[in-house]
């Protein structure tokens, strides 16, 4: 990594990790090496292993054992928090480090990783705090006789899968949560984006976690993936991605040991902008809603659904706003938007975009793969004349496709905004604050945003609706939901016999 200038570039060789299994590394060795090309620059950037049954089986096993010998949950929330703390401080050093090889696996702009990063670290500040303030509750009202106490517990060893989208971000969004419980974990990132939860296992360790807490495997989905939701010594598995494959995360869990689940899936997020709105304001935030990391956010704001009287005029703004965005070059500073992360996600979008057309939808803008000598890169795409019916409409495309539909009522925006399996996130934009907090109410999302989009941080919690997921993870929430509560009714006194 050339760091003297401002220009990043790729590295000259790849990058060879290892996997990190009870506290250490263990190098590749003679398993099989996935190498892993910079969807940028298309030159390989990582090699990567793919780990065997066998060492997934050992990263259980090491992860078991340091949870039933209570290593960790044994220890004080003070002292779990002292190591989320110097781990906080441990990725502020290496930001630079983990934003860099972000970007080079995943495609998405240097200066939008360094952002990433930097809201990782907060992730980590809050739960040290959460790891001192978990508390359960007591029951002093049941009589002179009794005492009840409800004692939150770890739920033990839990399983952690993320996707490609932000390898870093989401995987900070739960392991600080699941180590402020007292869990332990195995990790398995995507095969695309590896590199910083390896990273993150080494922070860790060097910030003082006890060997076996967190281990991170790595490998194909229905390699390893498969036998990590169906293990019968995972106690949670949280898994992050597609609602497919969400679904045999769910079969698996009932085949083997009904393991508990958070799942966190796709979304098909409305933006809903009405005629009283900051139109500027709105254009800006719909364009940031699909365009932030190419429209690969499960949140990204893919149905623009606009008052009809101000529907041209505000498709015509938000593709000016296009225009403007600047793609290119993941590794330059200026960049906003930069490639597609996957060979096959560059193909399902350009095939919604053809379809989209070829059911009768008006392209309004972009829909071209854009050319940079290298890399796969797809301009910002906006299709008017949407109807319901159309894929375009209904399907996660994942890519920044934007589809515009126009409504006449408060009651029709809703609907058309609850027209859907998913229920990840949704935006309105008004100055209306009864129609604000109508629709804030009435659609079906886990995350709302009004007059503004895409904002989160570590106090609120993450999840979906319906077919977008279960449970929550980040906040009070999401720490909640790796414990379990165990009721102790405490008797007082002289026990009234039942045998006389
Ligand atoms: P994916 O479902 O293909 O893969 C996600 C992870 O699951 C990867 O680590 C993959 O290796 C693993 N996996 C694949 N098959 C598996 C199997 N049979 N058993 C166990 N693990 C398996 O998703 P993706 O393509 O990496 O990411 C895109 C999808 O993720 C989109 O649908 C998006 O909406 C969703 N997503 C959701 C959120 C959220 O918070 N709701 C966040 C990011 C991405």
């Given at each position: ?20 299994l009870?506290?250490a590394?263990?190098?590749a ?16 950037v ?12 050992a990263?259980?096993?090491?992860a ?23 781990t ?48 359960g509750?007591?029951?002093?009202n ?14 033990g060893?839990?399983?952690?899968i ?7 971000l989401?995987l ?11 869990c ?9 984006t ?11 360790h ?5 060997a ?10 229905s ?5 990590l ?17 969400g ?5 698996a ?10 799942l966190?899936l ?13 139109l500027e ?6 364009a940031?809603?699909i ?12 149905r623009?659904i ?29 960049t ?11 193909a399902?979008?350009?095939g ?13 803008y ?16 906006l299709?008017?004349?949407v109807?319901?019916?159309m ?15 126009p409504?006449d009522t ?7 905004a ?54 929550r993870?980040?906040?009070i929430y999401?720490v ?8 102790v ?5 002289k ?6």
């Open positions: 990594m050339d760091q003297s200038s401002t220009r990043l570039t790729p590295p000259e060789e790849p990058r060879a990790f290892g996997f990190f009870d506290g590394w263990v190098p060795g003679d398993r099989e090496v996935f190498e892993r090309a910079s969807p940028g620059h298309g030159v390989p990582t090699r990567i292993p793919k780990c065997t049954h066998e060492d997934l089986n990263a259980v096993a090491s078991r054992q340091a949870f039933d010998d209570r290593r960790w949950s044994g220890l004080s929330g003070a002292d779990r928090a002292a190591v989320l703390l110097k906080a401080e441990g990725i502020r050093a290496r930001a630079e480090e983990i934003a860099y090889w972000e970007t080079l696996e995943n495609g998405k702009p240097i200066a939008q990783a360094r952002a990433e990063v930097g809201g990782c670290v907060g992730m980590f500040e809050y739960a040290s705090g959460l790891a001192r303030s978990l508390h509750d007591s029951f002093n049941l009589g002179d006789g009794m005492f009840g106490v409800v004692t939150r517990e770890p739920v060893v839990v399983g952690v993320t996707p490609w989208n932000f390898p870093f989401i900070c969004e739960r392991v600080p949560y699941i180590l402020a419980s007292g332990t974990m195995v990790a398995k990132p995507s095969e695309m590896s590199a910083t939860t390896l990273i993150l296992a080494e922070i860790l060097d910030a003082g976690l006890p076996g807490v967190m281990n991170v495997v790595t490998g194909s989905g390699t390893i993936g498969q036998a939701i169906e293990h019968d010594q995972i106690d949670m598995l949280s898994f992050t991605g597609s609602t497919a494959v679904r045999r995360v769910v079969e869990s009932g085949k083997s040991n009904f393991k508990k689940l958070g966190e796709g979304g098909k997020n409305p933006q809903i902008v009405f005629a009283d709105a900051d304001d709105a254009a800006d935030g719909v940031f809603g365009g932030f990391n190419t429209g690969q956010c499960c949140v990204s704001g893919s623009l606009v008052e009809r009287s101000v529907a041209d005029a505000f498709a015509a703004m938000v593709a000016e706003k296009f225009k403007k965005i600047r793609v290119g070059d993941p590794l330059d500073e200026a906003q938007v930069g490639a597609i992360t996957t060979d096959a996600q560059n399902t979008i350009m919604y975009i053809e379809r989209g057309q070829s059911e009768g939808a008006k392209l309004l972009g829909g071209a793969q854009l050319d940079f000598g290298r890399g796969q890169y797809i301009a910002p795409t299709f008017g004349d109807t319901s019916d894929a375009i409409a209904r399907e996660e495309i994942f890519g920044p496709v934007l589809t515009v539909m409504f408060v009651d029709e925006a809703i609907a058309i609850n027209d859907t399996e998913y229920g990840l996130a949704a935006s309105v934009w008004t100055k209306n604050i009864d129609k604000a907090l109508m629709v804030t109410r009435r659609v079906q999302a886990g995350r709302f945003w009004v007059n503004t989009t895409l904002s989160g941080g570590p106090e609120l919690p993450i999840g979906g609706f319906k077919q977008s997921g279960w449970g993870e980040a906040g999401g909640e939901e790796y414990t379990q509560i165990k009721s009714h405490i008797e007082i006194g026990r009234t016999p039942w045998v006389e």
